[in-house]
């Protein structure tokens, strides 16, 4: 049997703690997922508008065996930064990859654009992210809120305002799946003409209130935004599991993962998203045999966990700026 972990959150997956800072000025932030110990991962990317840092150390024929944080940020290319400071705080910990009697922290990272939210990004020659990564990876833990908080503080979801969003499934064989999203689709979240999300069918109770559900209307509508507020904007996340996997099976699960964003964003990975999908694993539990079809069954938890994760993000964030949160709209609706 299969459900929502207790917290119903990323860190039901054991070994996986999260992190946000935000600097609400700026209207921007970042979200460190922090394992407890160096763990295998996979990244995979479909947007045509990426932002990443340290991406090549996780294909299967690279070097290191695992890394120890990944970072998801706002700010655009100025938002990488976000993961030296994140390196800095796990070097003064005395974690990373063992070189030359060094310890190296492997931190990659994704960014999503918030540029144009409205937030004052004068900040001159010091972003602010280096320190927004630090503060996160410090404030790491097993609860942590939704909505409009670390990399989903700037974030929007298509015309409305998007989020951070997380869930988990677990199940009575042990098997513990779980994702976080930063929700920054330029596409629509929701089928035309309604409050109804385009993934709502996958969601579990609370997790979007009551708007799961709704009859399509006649010829459906991309609804994207007016061509001049088609900045780059990028869905970014990750997707843990208690399963052990190698680099290549991680990657296989974050291919299959992506079918969750295509799922619940219409349309998803144009060339305005830098759409970026980590899978990390954490190794507590053997991956079954026969190992092919039990990376079949993992993928598939993956994406409806992204779906998930992603609508949930939407649904909690508050209306900031010009971007009505979804709750208002609902309300404004009735």
């Given at each position: 049997?299969?459900?929502?972990?207790?917290?119903?959150?990323?860190?039901?997956?054991?070994?996986?703690?999260?992190?946000?800072?935000?600097?609400?000025?700026?209207?921007?932030?970042?979200?460190?997922?922090?394992?407890?110990?160096?763990?295998?991962?996979?990244?995979?990317?479909?947007?045509?508008?990426?932002?990443?840092?340290?991406?090549?150390?996780?294909?299967?024929?690279?070097?290191?065996?695992?890394?120890?944080?990944?970072?998801?940020?706002?700010?655009?290319?100025?938002?990488?930064?976000?993961?030296?400071?994140?390196?800095?705080?796990?070097?003064?910990?005395?974690?990373?990859?063992?070189?030359?009697?060094?310890?190296?922290p492997i931190v990659p990272a994704a960014i999503l654009f918030d540029l144009a939210n409205g937030g004052d990004k004068r900040w001159g020659r010091e972003p602010p992210y280096r320190a927004l990564g630090a503060r996160a990876a410090a404030e790491a833990g097993r609860d942590f809120a939704l909505g409009n908080v670390g990399a989903g503080l700037g974030a929007a979801a298509g015309k409305i305002k998007g989020g951070l969003g997380s869930v988990s499934t677990v199940g009575d064989d042990g098997w513990q799946v779980g994702a976080v999203i930063a929700a920054n689709p330029v596409g629509s979240v929701l089928v035309p003409g309604t409050t109804t999300f385009w993934g709502a069918a996958l969601a579990q109770p609370g997790e979007i209130g009551a708007h799961a559900g709704a009859t399509m209307p006649g010829p459906l509508d991309l609804d994207l935004p007016a061509e001049g507020r088609l900045g780059s904007h990028t869905c970014i996340g990750l997707v843990a599991t208690n399963l052990a996997l190698g680099k290549a099976e991680a990657l296989r699960v974050a291919i299959m993962a992506h079918d969750g964003l295509a799922r619940a964003v219409r349309p998803a990975h144009t060339p305005f998203d830098g759409d970026t999908l980590f899978v990390l694993s954490t190794g507590r539990l053997p991956l079954p045999e026969p190992k092919p079809m039990a990376l079949a069954r993992l993928g598939h938890l993956a994406a409806d966990c992204v779906t998930r994760a992603l609508m949930r993000g939407v649904y909690a964030a508050d209306s900031l700026g010009d971007r009505p949160g979804y709750r208002s709209l609902v309300a404004a609706s009735q």
């Open positions: 049997m299969l459900r929502p972990g207790p917290r119903n959150l990323i860190t039901d997956v054991d070994g996986i703690l999260v992190g946000n800072a935000e600097d609400w000025r700026v209207r921007s932030g970042v979200t460190v997922i922090l394992p407890e110990t160096a763990a295998v991962a996979a990244v995979d990317v479909r947007g045509g508008a990426p932002g990443t840092h340290e991406t090549e150390a996780l294909r299967p024929t690279s070097l290191v065996p695992g890394i120890d944080a990944v970072v998801l940020s706002g700010g655009s290319a100025f938002g990488l930064d976000a993961a030296s400071g994140v390196t800095e705080w796990l070097a003064a910990a005395d974690r990373g990859y063992l070189a030359a009697g060094f310890r190296v």
